[in-house]
């Protein structure tokens, strides 16, 4: 089928990459080349949605009892959502005090640049001084970059997802950030190694090539699998 050929064929691209490599690779896939992070994550969660429909099922465990909470989400409303309503070149002001910070909206390749840092702290200050325009990041108070981060999250709501969930075990309430890239790529891995299997399968017991396989239609290369026992 041309749906599986694909996958496989991205599979074989992103394999073995880098997060940040393999993200680019499934985008362009989704006809994608921006660097906005909300705009990647609604391609991505489109891709998703094209490969493997709408109704995202999902899980998070629990910080509080470790359970294993599900939830669903859809693909196509939440990706609607999280366009920014300005580009990265769009500057932007946050008044504090008695100073006027001018600066951009981050996007992942600052966020490629940050993630060097050694700790959260030096990530932080990392991409607040490639996003402040005409200040410093190191004499900024912890208020400020409190304020700063906040706003750029105003602004850039589908830059980080989160959703609040309730823990059916313990009652505990807490919000499960959902990193699209690495949720995408460990259902598509796990998509690919089943189609794998099973070409693997019938290739063994039949002597078909990768081709052949992926041709036939889903019924019938299920009955096939369940002849040589693999199903």
């Given at each position: 089928m041309e749906r599986e050929a694909a996958l496989l064929e991205l599979w074989d691209a992103a394999a073995g990459a880098a997060p940040w490599e393999r993200d680019d690779i499934l985008l362009r896939a989704a006809g994608a080349t921006t660097q906005a992070l909300g705009a990647r994550n609604a391609a991505l969660l489109g891709l998703r949605a094209r490969f493997f429909g709408n109704r995202w099922p999902l899980t998070a465990t629990c910080p509080a009892c470790g359970a294993s909470c599900e939830f669903e989400v859809d693909c196509t409303e939440i990706a609607s959502r999280l366009e920014p309503a300005c580009d990265g070149r769009t500057v932007h002001v946050l008044e504090t005090g008695d100073r006027e910070l001018r600066f951009r909206l981050p996007d992942a390749n600052d966020l490629r640049e940050a993630a060097r840092e050694q700790d959260a702290h030096g990530a932080a200050q990392a991409l607040l001084r490639r996003c402040?325009?005409?200040?410093?990041?190191?004499?900024?108070?912890?208020?400020?970059?409190?304020?700063?981060?906040?706003?750029?999250?105003?602004?850039?709501?589908?830059?980080?997802?989160?959703?609040?969930?309730?823990?059916p075990d313990c009652g505990r309430a807490w919000q499960s950030a959902l990193e699209v890239g690495d949720a995408l790529w460990s259902e598509w891995r796990s998509a690919a190694e089943r189609v794998l299997l099973e070409v693997d399968a019938l290739a063994r017991a039949y002597g078909w090539s990768e081709s052949q396989i992926l041709a036939l239609s889903p019924v019938r290369r299920a009955a096939y699998l369940q002849l040589v026992g693999a199903a």
């Open positions: 402040l325009l005409d200040a410093s990041a190191d004499d900024l108070a912890d208020e400020t970059v409190d304020a700063l981060s906040a706003r750029m999250e105003v602004l850039a709501p589908g830059a980080h997802l989160a959703f609040e969930l309730d823990c």
